[in-house]
């Protein structure tokens, strides 16, 4: 069950937690690295596989009002597009930022990662 779309209050559906829990304790190498080697000492606080609706995002933090999301294989066919996007819309109806990066941009180009996450966090 969910709380109304009230922005000063972000509901999650409860039954979502251990699935959450479970992906903390098993997170992909590039949510890893993010989280290690940036985001676990950040000034603000993020917090990793947080429920928020229907979903799980990958790291929130509730200050900046930003979603980050890392997205794998799964996200690049005609469902995870179409999936992507509809969640995507859900969470800015809640008055959220959604920053999207793929595997390869936090593998390979984690300083270019880092920079638009402070552009977006700057005045925060």
Request: proline share 3%; net charge neutral.
């Amino acid at each position: 069950m969910l709380i109304s779309k009230n922005k000063a209050h972000i509901p999650y559906d409860p039954r979502l937690k251990d699935r959450a829990r479970e992906l903390r304790k098993n997170m992909t190498a590039p949510e890893k690295k993010l989280w290690n080697d940036y985001l676990r000492d950040h000034r603000l606080t993020f917090l990793r596989q947080k429920p928020i609706a229907f979903f799980i995002a990958d790291f929130y933090c509730s200050h900046a009002k930003l979603v980050i999301e890392i997205d794998g294989d799964s996200h690049f066919n005609e469902f995870g597009k179409g999936y992507d996007e509809d969640r995507t819309t859900v969470l800015e109806e809640y008055g959220l930022r959604v920053l999207r990066f793929t595997n390869e941009d936090v593998m390979s180009r984690f300083d270019g990662v880092v920079e638009i996450i402070e552009k977006e966090v700057a005045g925060v």
